[in-house]
């Protein structure tokens, strides 16, 4: 729900949480180093590989981040960053994933129109100029787009020699990425088999295209983690995201993360919060120990 509704809620909550002081240090990147207590893209990681790629696809260029242990083959994780895009904070997120154990691939979804990334460091969706900048590009993006990509990335990472292909593949999605983690999922069933949406929008509505349609033909087991305000908003749709898991053979851990607001996982958010972030990533990695082994 990357809407301006939704950035007037944060903004209001934001401002009672942070002074001016606190906003000048998340900007400079103090509280993301703090939050994941190591070494920010391009910064040397004992065991780690990484690297800015181009991946080739129908529609051109696509550029990425991929971080992996430098040892061995792991399981393979897709990342769909949310409305903000390919950025710093989710490479220093994929770098942890990669931390973990897995080969984390974090990409730019608007690569038809603009290379990454969209923001300087200290710049946010609660900017209007910003969400001026960036909405162009969003309404630009389709279904079709999620799916081409969704085809060409899972055929990248397949052609890796840090991934092991005798494992599943798990993607996850923030924002605008979760529905696209069911696109993804959908599309691939033969690869996927885990997913995780964090505060992602439309997963559920009453379109003929709502992505929660698709649960039935998916093969993958589900983190979906769902802000307080968009639950507020919208309290029904995890109803209907539970019974549409229910009557299938996967498995979903659907809930309400209390206190949280849209966008509180990626620690360069203005609404971040630590300890709820730290908690939705141990429940996924414990989703991604179960459906990739």
Same mark, same amino acid.
Not at 107 to 120: G, I
């Given at each position: 729900?990357?809407?301006?509704?939704?950035?007037?809620? &944060?903004?209001?909550?934001?401002?009672?949480?942070?002074?001016?002081?606190?906003?000048?240090?998340?900007?400079?990147?103090?509280?993301?180093?703090?939050?994941? =207590?190591?070494?920010?893209? +391009?910064?040397?990681?004992?065991?780690?590989?990484?690297?800015? @790629?181009?991946?080739?696809?129908?529609?051109?260029?696509?550029?990425?981040?991929?971080?992996?242990?430098?040892? +061995?083959?792991?399981?393979?994780?897709?990342?769909? !960053?949310?409305?903000?895009?390919?950025?710093?904070?989710?490479?220093?997120?994929?770098? /942890?994933?990669?931390?973990? +154990?897995?080969?984390?691939?974090?990409?730019?979804?608007?690569?038809?129109?603009?290379?990454?990334?969209?923001?300087?460091? *200290?710049?946010?969706?609660?900017?209007?100029?910003?969400?001026?900048?960036?909405?162009?590009? /969003?309404?630009?993006?389709?279904?079709?787009? &999620?799916?081409?990509?969704?085809?060409?990335?899972?055929?990248?990472?397949?052609?890796?020699?840090?991934?092991?292909?005798?494992?599943?593949? *798990?993607?996850?999605?923030?924002?605008?990425?979760?529905?696209?983690?069911?696109?993804?999922?959908?599309?691939?069933?033969?690869? @996927?088999?885990?997913?995780?949406?964090?505060?992602?929008?439309?997963?559920?509505?009453?379109?003929?295209?709502?992505?929660?349609?698709?649960?039935?033909?998916?093969?993958?087991?589900?983190?979906?983690? %769902?802000?307080?305000n968009d639950d507020?908003?919208? !309290?029904?749709?995890?109803?209907?995201?539970?019974?549409?898991?229910?009557a299938t053979d996967?498995? =979903?851990? %659907?809930? @309400?993360?209390?206190?949280?607001?849209?966008g509180w996982c990626? !620690?360069?958010?203005?609404?971040?919060?630590?300890?709820?972030?730290?908690?939705?990533?141990?429940?996924?990695?414990?989703?991604?120990?179960?459906?990739?082994?």
């Amino acid at each position: 729900m990357c809407d301006d509704i939704t950035e007037l809620e &944060n903004q209001g909550f934001y401002e009672k949480q942070l002074t001016r002081r606190d906003f000048n240090l998340l900007a400079g990147g103090a509280a993301i180093s703090v939050a994941f =207590a190591g070494c920010a893209p +391009g910064e040397a990681a004992a065991g780690i590989s990484e690297a800015d @790629v181009l991946i080739e696809t129908p529609d051109g260029m696509a550029d990425a981040y991929f971080a992996h242990p430098t040892e +061995g083959k792991h399981a393979a994780v897709l990342i769909w !960053p949310d409305i903000v895009g390919l950025r710093p904070a989710f490479k220093m997120m994929a770098k /942890r994933l990669a931390g973990d +154990g897995y080969a984390a691939l974090v990409v730019n979804p608007y690569y038809r129109q603009v290379k990454a990334p969209l923001v300087e460091v *200290g710049q946010t969706f609660r900017d209007p100029g910003i969400r001026e900048k960036i909405i162009p590009y /969003r309404r630009a993006m389709t279904e079709a787009h &999620n799916r081409s990509d969704a085809n060409t990335f899972i055929n990248w990472l397949d052609a890796q020699s840090a991934v092991d292909t005798t494992r599943g593949i *798990g993607t996850t999605g923030y924002c605008m990425g979760g529905p696209i983690t069911m696109f993804t999922a959908h599309e691939r069933a033969d690869r @996927v088999r885990a997913g995780a949406s964090f505060h992602g929008g439309g997963l559920a509505t009453d379109k003929d295209s709502s992505p929660h349609l698709l649960i039935p033909e998916m093969n993958a087991d589900y983190l979906i983690a %769902i802000a307080e305000n968009d639950d507020k908003r919208s !309290p029904e749709d995890k109803t209907v995201l539970k019974e549409a898991f229910a009557a299938t053979d996967n498995s =979903a851990e %659907i809930e @309400v993360y209390e206190g949280t607001q849209h966008g509180w996982c990626p !620690p360069d958010s203005a609404v971040y919060d630590e300890a709820m972030a730290d908690r939705a990533w141990a429940r996924k990695l414990a989703l991604f120990e179960k459906a990739l082994a």
